[in-house]
């Protein structure tokens, strides 16, 4: 079974048809044939049978007792159609119910069950080595015999069996020529209709295989099977999302060109400049600026590499502490804060608060909404990290006292290389667009809202508890 099944899947659409249709075929074809045979027999016998009655009620007709014994007056004309028809020997037996007068055939094989009085009823037997047809019939007497006290009579007709076999075999290769025939034709129509049928599939492989590697537009639904169309509007769907996903790699790979290129003619027009000049205060000052902007350049890719990795990389949730996760990231980013006098704290509901997410991933966009409100935020401002959860999810929250974002700007930002008014010039337009591509990788979303009191942003990494189950 294992190895059938394993063909089955290794095998065409035409291959698992033959596979499971023409044995199924072939059982119903031997079924229907054994139950032709049945049928053959059992109209033999219903045929033959009426000869062996009338040649029963024949002898039973010419049986007499008026002499004061028991005689048969035999119809031999019967007799000799009867054998003609029956292709063999005809046997009879008339026999009182002592046994004492007894004609014909004295060892005719009995009936297998007592008779009812009146009543024929008909067996097979085996008579000298061969199958016999036999009806018995009982009945009473006008009187006893002489010298029996037998009252009723037994009246036993047999026959070979062989015409019956003759017919029912002619019968049956009958039906068997009809029944393969009828096979053959069901499956060369079984062939030609899957032919047809399969005709529009066809057309739709030679279609998709000759669209260059580019060509993402929708297949036609139009002259497809029904079966076939939830098909392809899947695979329409999927072409959807997948020239959405191209058009956005595109789009990110154009920005981070055109980023990165303004760095690097950045940096050869210092470091030209730094070549040319003479004057070793000018020198120093165009080195400064070199190295500004290669770390400008390290953060710019930095970045670039978290977006693609945020976007590609397989999610893998896992429970963790919130809560360690706050205290670490302001660590890491607190030398940044004291360089601006700036005072990050972190809020947690309890020393140790459980959530289920990519503890990585989560990682990078906490960090890279700490690091644009450090930047964003003014000199001696507050910056509060906290965490919080309820039955439908759980959530990151950066908070800062800094100028906060129009109502207009809090809708845009967050798409890639799209930075607010105020931003300065350290900004490149990523940060956010991270943290909410990491958001939405967790089925999750970036909130960017005023704060309730005062100045200031409240930005916001909210992802739903995972399904039960």
Same mark, same amino acid.
């Given at each position: ?74 119809? +031999? ?49 085996? +008579? ?26 037994? /009246? ?62 929708? /297949? ?52 030209? +400049? ?101 930047? +964003? ?82 930005? /916001? /990494? ?8």
């Amino acid at each position: 079974m294992q190895g059938i099944a394993d063909r089955l899947r290794r095998a065409s659409l035409w291959q698992r048809l033959a596979l499971l249709l023409f044995p199924a075929l072939l059982v119903v074809t031997g079924l229907e044939l054994w139950m032709t045979r049945h049928d053959a027999l059992a109209a033999a016998n219903a045929a033959y049978d009426r000869s062996l009655l009338g040649a029963l009620k024949s002898i039973d007709a010419n049986i007499s007792t008026a002499s004061g014994g028991l005689s048969v007056e035999l119809p +031999y004309t019967m007799f000799e159609f009867f054998e003609l028809t029956a292709s063999g020997q005809v046997f009879f037996r008339v026999a009182t119910s002592d046994g004492l007068v007894e004609l014909g055939s004295a060892d005719l094989p009995a009936p297998p069950a007592e008779l009812k009085m009146g009543v024929p009823a008909f067996y097979d037997a085996t +008579y000298f080595g061969e199958a016999v047809r036999l009806a018995a019939y009982r009945r009473d007497l006008d009187r006893a015999p002489a010298g029996s006290s037998g009252r009723s009579v037994l /009246i036993q007709v047999g026959e070979s069996t062989r015409s019956r076999q003759e017919f029912s075999a002619r019968f049956v290769r009958s039906a068997a020529l009809r029944d393969g025939l009828v096979l053959a034709l069901l499956l060369c129509g079984t062939a030609i209709a899957l032919a047809a049928a399969l005709r529009p599939l066809s057309r739709l492989a030679r279609e998709v295989q000759a669209r260059t590697p580019d060509d993402l537009t929708r /297949i036609a639904e139009t002259d497809l099977p029904a079966e076939v169309r939830p098909l392809v509007a899947a695979v329409n769907q999927q072409m959807s999302r997948t020239q959405d996903l191209v058009t956005q790699q595109r789009q990110f790979l154009d920005d981070a060109s055109h980023q990165l290129r303004t760095h690097l003619t950045t940096l050869q027009m210092q470091a030209d +400049y730094a070549k040319r000049e003479q004057d070793p205060v000018q020198v120093q000052a165009a080195l400064d600026a070199l190295g500004t902007e290669i770390g400008r350049a390290t953060r710019s890719a930095q970045q670039l590499l978290a977006l693609g990795r945020s976007d590609t990389v397989a999610v893998e949730p896992a429970e963790f502490d919130l809560a360690a996760l706050l205290r670490e990231v302001a660590v890491d980013l607190l030398p940044l804060a004291r360089a601006k006098r700036i005072d990050l704290g972190i809020h947690a509901p309890a020393p140790e608060f459980f959530a289920v997410a990519d503890r990585g991933l989560m990682r990078e966009a906490l960090g890279n909404l700490v690091a644009n409100a450090i930047a +964003y935020t003014p000199a001696e401002g507050t910056i509060t990290l906290f965490a919080a959860g309820d039955a439908a999810g759980w959530s990151l929250n950066v908070e800062d006292d800094g100028p906060g974002l129009s109502e207009e700007e809090r809708t845009a930002l967050g798409q890639r290389f799209r930075r607010g008014a105020r931003a300065g010039k350290g900004g490149f337009g990523l940060g956010l667009a991270i943290a909410r591509s990491i958001a939405q990788r967790h089925r999750g979303e970036l909130r960017l809202e005023a704060r309730e009191a005062g100045t200031g942003l409240h930005a /916001i /990494i909210w992802w739903p508890r995972p399904a039960a189950g």
